[in-house]
């Protein structure tokens, strides 16, 4: 498959008057391929709006070049720079980027307008993006008269109407409640599937992100950490921040000596694998649904329940494991009661190194400004 959205060792630093320089984008090598719904996912401040501000052309580069549909459109060492009209580029921002004082018709009509095509040939097009956004009808309304869906479908409209073959949305779907994002995900969906352009959709929030994308790029503090497809993300994450980024994690910090592996704060030994090479201390992550919890000894760390909490859809139990307290979530059925004795077995956790993770302070430093 061709490659439709390059970037090639794309570096952004801001120079800021109080933190001095910030490296919103660290060297990114990204291929999105055509026709891919690609997403960007990472918490605030890692460089998710910078990288598609690059691409759509509201930034210049620090170094580094992006190419679209095979054109290069960006270039620090070359000094080019397309300007965003020039792009073809369909966007959908997270504010509801319609103009109040226009009719629907009028908005989706607007990049048509300002490239002077002739107004059968509008009123056309205008019909049929208004058709796929299910806007029909509306043709005469102000957005002000209409919901935060249906507004957002008025901005998906005029982003579809010039009929691009790259559509980048950035957070599109954060000011509208649960429900309605679920369908318009869908919505967007369908109409990448009719229209077939390639998408980069931004967002924080990973459950979205893994509905959504054929491919996500994980980042944090400006740099790539990972790209892959959401299940292999989650089932292999290749740093503790992507394991901790993408649903619920359970990390358990261990001591590995003399080929066994010892829980912090505990002289019983945790039956796991142990890779190649590994010793001393070290971090294992698991889910909590991956935990297995029983009665029987065998190949089990013999603990207690601590706590038990019914939710809706699953029990969680609050287990110590050496000196740390191990959320376990398990179906109804698996039944135990505070203070029971219990065993837990860890299904195929993975090994991380202690200093693996960024401080806290390094990250909030990031979003200070
Ligand atoms: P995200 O979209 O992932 O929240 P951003 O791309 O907006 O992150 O920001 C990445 C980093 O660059 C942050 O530390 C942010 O504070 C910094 N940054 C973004 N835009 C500017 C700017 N115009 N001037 C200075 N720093 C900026």
Request: charged share 25%; with cysteine; proline share 5%.
């Amino acid at each position: 498959m061709a490659d439709q959205i390059v970037l090639r060792n794309v570096t952004k630093i801001f120079t800021t008057k109080t933190l001095g320089d910030i490296t919103a984008v660290d060297n990114f090598n990204i291929n999105v391929h055509e026709g891919e719904c690609f997403s960007f996912l990472g918490p605030s401040g890692c460089g998710k709006s910078t990288t598609l501000r690059m691409i759509a052309g509201f930034e210049d580069l620090t170094a580094g070049e992006i190419e679209l549909c095979g054109k290069l459109v960006s270039s620090s060492s070359k000094k080019l720079y397309i300007p965003p009209e020039e792009r073809g580029l369909g966007m959908v921002f997270q504010a509801f980027a319609v103009w109040p004082h226009l009719t629907v018709f009028d908005n989706v009509a607007f990049p048509l307008s300002i490239k002077r095509v002739n107004k059968t040939e509008i009123r056309q097009r205008v019909a049929e993006a208004l058709k796929h956004t299910s806007l029909t009808g509306l043709e005469d309304v102000y957005p002000g008269e209409l919901s935060g869906g249906q507004q957002q479908r008025i901005a998906l409209a005029r982003a579809i109407v010039t009929n691009p073959k790259v559509m980048l949305l950035d957070e599109p779907l954060s000011n509208l409640d649960p429900k309605l994002r679920e369908t318009m995900r869908f919505e967007i969906k369908a109409l990448q599937k009719k229209f077939g352009f390639t998408i980069i959709f931004v967002t924080h929030d990973q459950s979205e992100a893994m509905a959504i994308s054929d491919r996500m790029m994980v980042c944090d503090m400006g740099k790539i950490m990972q790209i892959d497809t959401p299940e292999n993300l989650y089932n292999h994450p290749n740093s503790r921040f992507v394991h901790n980024f993408l649903g619920e994690s359970t990390f358990i910090k261990v001591t590995v000596k003399g080929g066994k592996v010892y829980p912090k704060g505990s002289n019983q030994e945790l039956k796991i694998n142990i890779p190649k090479g590994v010793t001393g201390d070290m971090v294992v992550a698991t889910r909590p649904n991956e935990i297995e919890l029983t009665t029987s000894s065998e190949e089990g760390f013999r603990t207690h329940i601590e706590k038990r909490i019914f939710l809706t859809d699953r029990t969680e139990y609050l287990v110590p494991v050496g000196e740390q307290m191990v959320k376990i979530q398990t179906p109804h059925r698996i039944r135990f009661n505070a203070q029971d004795e219990c065993y837990v077995k860890f299904i195929e956790p993975i090994w991380y190194p202690v200093d693996d993770e960024k401080t806290e302070a390094e990250r909030n430093k990031r979003q200070l400004i």
